[in-house]
């Protein structure tokens, strides 16, 4: 597999007391590398490598209604949301947020 790099992508963690009411779209923005090695998140509040997946969506969340998000869910229970940041967000709605999927689908799915 190749190593694919996505800039400004908006990275939030999904706690379970956050499913459906929380009012912020995202916590951090920054790179998100795809590789053999797995997926790692290297945003401005640090890095985060993301292990363990068991499963990855692409659909719109209550909290932004105009853009889909990636959605990761891991075995320990832990999720994360990831969407297209370019543009001001925008680019996500023109196939920027679908790459990612992609991206990590072809990363678990392989």
């Known amino acids: ?5 996505f800039q400004k992508v908006s990275y939030r963690a999904v706690e379970n007391s956050q499913r459906n009411t929380n ?3 995202f916590k951090d923005t920054g790179t998100l590398i795809v590789s053999e090695e797995g ?7 640090g890095k ?7 499963r990855v969506l692409y659909d719109r ?3 932004d209604l105009g853009n889909s998000s990636v959605k990761i869910e891991c075995q320990d229970g832990r999720s994360a ?3 297209d940041g370019r543009w001001l967000g925008w680019k ?3 196939g920027g ?9 072809g990363f678990v799915y392989r």
């Open 92 to 94: 996500g709605m023109f």
């Open 81 to 83: 949301l990831l969407a």
């Open 23 to 25: 009012v912020i779209a």
């Open 48 to 54: 985060i490598k993301i292990t363990n997946i068991q």
């Open 1 to 5: 597999m190749e190593k694919q790099v």
């Open 39 to 45: 997926l790692e998140f290297q945003g401005k509040k």
């Open 97 to 105: 947020t679908q790459d990612i999927y992609r991206a990590i689908a």
């Open 61 to 63: 969340q209550r909290m």
